[in-house]
């Protein structure tokens, strides 16, 4: 008997078109002699649907329109996901759920609970590290407290103390990071250069969430480690982000990449490298994941690590970084797909 794995896509999260891409290509390459696959969908307002028709129109939007059937969660003891057809309940047989779901929903616990508590084994991060990795704050927090670098900052609840924010940027300096605690894919991010487009980027950040932290620029690259397991880990090759002079890593350069190098592996000694996979290691750890994560960093112009966040569902398309880094050190695709199932229910030969 195959086993049967359900991939879920889509959601109720800014990055739900991101989620379409990453969960086409995730679709496309699972080993169907080993694995039945289920297909659910999510919309925008977070309607669950099974998805039976094709990958196309999952990249293209208009999944939703045609071939779904309701889908309905049954909470009791072994009750599990349910769908509806033709005004029968139908009970879903699934074996694990592979949630390739980025941001709010997805990537913050919410949904690992959902599955906790439906008794369903999933692919990924729990739901303590899962909220702990979407919370940038805490995530430095934890991490700082054992040791490693993190980027000075400062974290405003709900409301601008505009003292605290004027002794921040003069010690800080300019430019200053302005993050929504709990986003991703840069959404709602700005560098502010001046005072004026830091109150500014505030005010944008306060409309994507509650908690905004404020960071210091870190002047040097940014580097990913990939990591896949439990207890033993998978690493892949270290990647290297080179980004023009003034630019970031914004929504643009993220999914149309123009200005961006991307480097894997990074152009750097043995050691660093070590120095980093060591680090990247430490800070899954620390954050208690599980399953898989990319872990981001600085790199100072003195060469120290500095904690940037880990990704707990990284993009997973077949030209995203976090697959690419595997494939560099001879994994394909596919493999990668069945390292995530096999730390979950063992190997499905
Ligand atoms: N403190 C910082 N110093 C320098 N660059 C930063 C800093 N924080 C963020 N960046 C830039 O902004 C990008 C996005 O920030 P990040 O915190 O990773 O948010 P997201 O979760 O949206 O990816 C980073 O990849 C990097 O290019
Ligand atoms: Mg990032």
């Avoid at 293209?60 to 059937?69: A, E, F, I, Q, V």
């Avoid at 030209?319 to 595997?326: A, G, R, Y």
């Amino acid at each position: 008997m195959k086993k049967v794995v359900c991939v879920l896509f889509g959601g109720k999260s800014s990055e739900y078109k991101v989620s379409l891409m990453s969960a086409s290509s995730v679709i496309e390459n699972l080993n169907r002699n080993k694995y039945e696959v289920i297909n659910i969908g999510i919309t925008r307002d977070g309607k669950w649907l099974r998805y039976y028709g094709d990958i196309e129109d999952i990249i293209n939007d208009t999944w939703y329109l045609d071939n779904c059937s309701d889908i309905l969660f049954n909470p009791c003891k072994d009750g599990g996901i349910l769908e509806i057809k033709e005004n029968e309940l139908i009970p879903l047989k699934i074996d694990l759920i592979f949630p390739v779901l980025h941001g709010r929903y997805g990537e913050d616990g919410a949904i690992q609970g959902l599955l906790e508590i439906l008794s369903i084994p999933y692919i990924g991060c729990d739901i303590a590290s899962s909220a702990i990795c979407m919370d940038k704050d805490y995530a430095h927090r934890l991490v700082e407290d054992s040791g490693i670098k993190v980027p000075q900052s400062l974290v405003l609840n709900g409301n601008m103390v505009k003292e605290d924010i004027k002794r921040f940027s003069e010690k800080a300096g300019f430019p200053i990071y302005v993050k929504p605690a709990s986003e991703g894919s840069s959404i709602g991010m700005t560098r502010a250069m001046n005072k004026d487009e830091l109150i500014r980027g505030i005010e944008e950040a306060f409309e994507f969430d509650n908690k905004v932290v404020l960071e210091e620029n870190i002047d040097g690259f940014e580097v990913g480690c990939a990591i896949i397991g439990n207890e033993e880990l998978i690493i892949g090759e270290v990647c290297e982000l080179e980004l023009p002079n003034g630019l970031f890593l914004d929504y643009k350069e993220k999914y149309k990449v123009k200005n961006i190098n991307i480097h894997i592996p990074a152009r750097i000694d043995n050691l660093l490298k070590d120095r980093i996979i060591n680090t990247a290691k430490d800070i899954y750890r620390i954050l208690g994941c599980s399953g898989l994560a990319r872990v981001d960093m600085f790199i100072d112009k003195d060469e120290s690590i500095i904690f940037n966040e880990v990704n707990t569902m990284p993009g997973f398309t077949t030209t995203s970084i976090f697959p690419k880094m595997f494939i560099s050190s001879n994994m394909t695709y596919g493999e990668i797909l069945d390292q995530l199932i096999e730390i979950e229910i063992g190997d499905c030969k």
